[in-house]
């Protein structure tokens, strides 16, 4: 039986490894602090996951990239949106299921506080988000090929990439 924590489970018969399954929610990043803290031996992180919040993947990438970890979205997987942050923190990376990306939406970035309307600052505020990203994934040593098709993919459509893409 799997050790759950969140949208992690870690299996302590292979305790190198964590499984991401489900959604990205915004204490994913808390949850994955503990499952390290339980198994400070994780070295693979598998990957099957819609996507969820951007922030809390983004911290969970920048976690992953330092320890180093591998990443892997096995066959019949899904690593959609912001799930794809995770995978390319991994120095190594590998995948068979399925890998796919788009811009963030406009409720990726920071909260309106009392719910007031940003106006033009919505914009801004996406802006400093992408930026957040493009900065990351560059750092991860993503190419540029991939984070176009990210950029050039509205939020309401996923841009997957084929396996010779992904080669």
């Given at each position: 039986?799997?050790?759950?924590?969140?949208?992690?489970?870690?299996?302590?018969?292979?305790?190198?490894?964590?499984?991401?399954?489900?959604?990205?929610?915004?204490?994913?990043?808390?949850?994955?602090?503990?499952a390290l803290?339980?198994?400070?031996?994780?070295?693979?992180?598998?990957?099957?996951?819609?996507?969820?919040?951007?922030?809390?993947?983004?911290?969970?990438?920048?976690?992953?990239?330092?320890?180093?970890?591998?990443?892997?979205?096995?066959?019949?997987?899904?690593?959609?949106?912001a799930c794809?942050?995770?995978?390319?923190?991994?120095?190594?990376?590998?995948?068979?299921?399925?890998?796919?990306?788009?811009?963030?939406?406009?409720?990726?970035?920071p909260a309106?506080?009392?719910?007031?309307?940003?106006?033009?600052?919505?914009?801004?505020?996406?802006?400093?988000?992408?930026?957040?990203?493009?900065?990351?994934?560059?750092?991860?040593?993503?190419?540029?090929?991939?984070?176009?098709?990210?950029?050039?993919?509205?939020?309401?459509?996923?841009?997957?990439?084929?396996?010779?893409?992904?080669?």
């Amino acid at each position: 039986e799997p050790d759950r924590f969140g949208p992690f489970l870690v299996d302590p018969a292979a305790p190198n490894v964590v499984h991401l399954d489900g959604e990205i929610d915004v204490l994913a990043d808390l949850h994955f602090q503990r499952a390290l803290l339980s198994y400070p031996g994780v070295e693979i992180l598998v990957l099957d996951s819609p996507g969820g919040n951007l922030r809390a993947s983004l911290n969970i990438a920048a976690e992953a990239r330092q320890r180093p970890f591998s990443t892997i979205i096995p066959l019949g997987a899904e690593c959609y949106s912001a799930c794809s942050l995770v995978f390319f923190a991994g120095v190594q990376r590998a995948v068979v299921g399925s890998l796919g990306v788009h811009q963030p939406g406009p409720g990726d970035g920071p909260a309106p506080e009392d719910g007031a309307d940003l106006g033009g600052a919505g914009l801004q505020f996406d802006l400093l988000v992408i930026a957040d990203i493009v900065e990351q994934l560059l750092s991860f040593d993503v190419p540029a090929e991939v984070i176009t098709a990210m950029l050039r993919t509205p939020p309401e459509h996923m841009y997957l990439f084929t396996s010779d893409e992904v080669a």
